[in-house]
């Protein structure tokens, strides 16, 4: 399709931005900032910056699960072997009386399956 055919236009030069200027055209006049330049050593700057925030985020989600581990660890611990049948089936029980109270809302599906 030519440049002068309806609804295209033309190339933007600086030749166009200074006409438009000229005009009072100050959106098309205007000049875009520069990207800082993108060298070897600014992506070896930004490389190491990601390895250390990916490591950084790779040592938090460790914490994180070894402190559930610990959690986990604890609670078992806190229970006799032998007694959990009995300590499940008396949980099971309040939270079911606890429902059935309306002290535990489940107001659609999801929750109850979430539950």
Do not use: C, W, Y
Not at 77 to 102: N, P, S
């Amino acid at each position: 399709m030519p440049i002068d055919s309806p609804g295209m236009h033309p190339p933007f030069t600086s030749d166009t931005a200074r006409e438009a200027g000229a005009k009072g055209n100050a959106t098309q006049a205007t000049k875009r900032p520069r990207a800082p330049l993108f060298t070897s050593e600014t992506a070896r700057e930004l490389g190491r910056k990601g390895g250390l925030k990916r490591a950084a985020n790779a040592a938090a989600k460790r914490a994180a699960e070894l402190e559930d581990q610990k959690a986990l660890t604890r609670l078992r611990e806190a229970f006799k072997r032998q007694d959990l049948g009995k300590d499940a089936l008396i949980t099971a029980h309040d939270v079911i009386a606890r429902v059935q109270a309306g002290e535990i809302p489940i107001r659609n599906g999801t929750e109850a399956a979430n539950f």
